[in-house]
C-alpha cells in the first residue's frame, strides 16, 4: 500500500505561482513513478507531468511544459509540483498518483495504482 496527500493548493492571480507537494508513505520503494493530474469540472482527468523514482525522467504535458516543473526529494518521500505563470485554465483539483510497475505510458491515468485525495488550485483572472 502507497498512501499520498497533496497539499499546497488556493487561490492565486493569473501569472502567480504555487507550489504543490505530495507526500508519500508506506510501501513507497516499490515504485517506479509519481505523476500529477488534473480535473477541471465537467472534464475528464487529464497528465500534468511524471517522475520516475529512480532516474530523474520527467515527462510534461504540452500544456505545461516550461511553466510547470515536477521534482522530488527521496528522503523526504516528497514530490513537487512548480506551478509558475499561472493562467485561468489550470484551475483545477490536482491530484497526485503512484505508479508500482514500469510504463511507457505513464501520462495515462490507467497506469497509477494509487491516488491522493486531490488539492484545489484556481487561478483568478
Known amino acids: 500500500q502507497v498512501q499520498l496527500v497533496e497539499s499546497g493548493g488556493g487561490l492565486v492571480q493569473a501569472g502567480g505561482s504555487l507550489r504543490l507537494s505530495c507526500a508519500a508513505s508506506?510501501?513507497?520503494?516499490?515504485?517506479?513513478?509519481m505523476g500529477w493530474f488534473r480535473q477541471a469540472p465537467g472534464k475528464e482527468r487529464e497528465f500534468v507531468a511524471d517522475?520516475?523514482?529512480?532516474?530523474?525522467?520527467?515527462y510534461y504535458a504540452s500544456s505545461v511544459k516550461g511553466r510547470f516543473t515536477i521534482s522530488r526529494d527521496n528522503a523526504k518521500k516528497t514530490v513537487y509540483l512548480q506551478m509558475n505563470s499561472l493562467k485561468p485554465e489550470d484551475t483545477a483539483v490536482y491530484y497526485c498518483?503512484?505508479?508500482?510497475?514500469?510504463?511507457?505510458?505513464?501520462?495515462?491515468?490507467?497506469?497509477?495504482?494509487?491516488w491522493g485525495q486531490g488539492t484545489q488550485v484556481t487561478v483568478s483572472t
Open positions: 498518483a503512484a505508479a508500482l510497475r514500469y510504463s511507457s505510458r505513464t501520462y495515462s491515468p490507467k497506469e497509477y495504482n494509487y
Open positions: 508506506g510501501r513507497t520503494f516499490s515504485t517506479y513513478a
Open positions: 517522475i520516475t523514482w529512480i532516474g530523474y525522467n520527467t
